[in-house]
């Protein structure tokens, strides 16, 4: 992709102000600190984030000296002005590199004084996290913690895995269903976080179906958002409780795949009653622990025929999605019980 298309995309997302939501300081806080022992001692990069009102640099600076961090970054994309939405014609890309050696007799520890007195770097380009400036910052950090714009999250993500980088970022559900994304999900080089679930994100005045919080700023709730990360952390190998027995009338076949349908996770059935494949909501990787399931694959490997022991051979309609009763259901992924893994209920 040329660097103009890039700008293009960029700035066509954020005149649709699709991209243009900000997540609160508590939200960042509650999932942050279950990942103490990955922060300490590294260097963070905030590369969507305007140190001046990002609460993801804010969050970072106050717990700066607390998690012994090397050095904290934040970029963001063309904004000169403070303002979350600011869209003057006038803007620049402007960033802060921050670490211990910037306090003097710890007159920093304000993070008010900080913002009011810091002289902010300015970038030659746009902030683009795709240019040569943004990748010499990514370079230097260790661990990558933002809210990435949405509409370029396959983007933004295959440039982590390039570099290699950790990570800790906020995407929409519907990515795990991305045909870059999943495979990612499949192989254990990416899951999702700990506090998923609806959350409320600060909105531009004229974004649909808004409210006022109590600060009276404009707010969205956005429930199908969660976190995404290599990080990895206790809950994720947490077994999941199985009680449920396999009986063929509660769980039905599907038409067109050969494996079952399991509509709720928690209804999983015990492996001693059935072992093989089935189709699980993409809401199941909430639970998922990697020792205790196997993820075979998803409908879209299905239809690509990547899992042809899967298709009904007496199946003549669609791949697309599993069918129960000639209806087709939404997005499901395979998954299986791992061997040798003890239940314990």
């Known amino acids: 992709m040329s ?10 997302a954020k005149r649709e102000k699709n991209d243009e939501f900000y997540t609160q300081l508590t939200d960042i806080e509650r999932e ?7 922060f300490r001692g590294k260097t963070i990069l905030c590369n969507c984030d305007d140190p001046r009102v990002s609460n993801f640099f804010r969050h970072f600076f106050l717990s700066f000296h607390l998690l012994g961090l090397k050095k904290l970054i934040a970029v963001c994309y063309k904004n000169l002005n403070p303002d979350l939405f600011s869209q003057h014609k006038d803007e620049q890309a402007v960033y802060c590199v921050y670490d211990s050696k910037d306090r003097v007799n710890d007159q920093f ?15 030659k380009g746009d902030g683009d996290f795709r240019s040569e400036e943004c990748i010499e910052l990514l370079k230097q950090a260790d661990i990558v913690v933002t809210n990435p714009p949405f509409s370029l999250f396959k983007e933004y993500v295959a440039q982590l ?20 994304i999943f495979p990612l999900i499949k192989d254990n080089k990416m899951w999702v976080g700990i506090n998923n679930g609806a959350k409320q994100y600060a909105v531009p005045e004229d974004y649909a179906g808004t409210f006022l919080d109590k600060h009276g700023k404009r707010m969205k709730q956005m429930g199908n958002t969660m976190w995404f990360t290599n990080l990895d952390h206790k809950q994720r190998h947490e077994p999941l409780r199985l009680g449920w027995r396999y009986l063929p009338e509660k769980y039905p076949k599907y038409e067109n795949y050969n494996a079952i349908e399991v509509s709720k996770t928690s209804e999983i059935p015990l492996p001693e009653t059935y072992n093989g494949i089935m189709g699980v909501p993409v809401s199941f990787l909430e639970k998922y622990n990697p020792d205790q399931f196997e993820i075979i694959g998803a409908d879209y490997d299905v239809k690509q025929g ?40």
């Open 3 to 12: 660097k103009t298309a890039k700008n293009t995309n960029l700035q066509s």
């Open 32 to 38: 942050c600190n279950h990942y103490w022992e990955h």
């Open 109 to 123: 520890e304000d993070y008010d004084v900080f913002i009011k007195q810091n002289e902010w770097g300015v970038l």
């Open 161 to 180: 895995i390039e570099y290699d980088k950790k990570f800790l970022i906020i995407g929409n559900m519907n990515a795990i269903t991305y045909k870059e």
């Open 306 to 345: 990547l899992l042809p022991e899967l298709v009904n051979p007496n199946w003549k309609g669609k791949l697309d999605r599993g069918y129960i009763d000639n209806e087709r259901l939404y997005a499901r992924i395979f998954i299986r019980h791992k061997r040798g893994y003890k239940n314990e209920n």
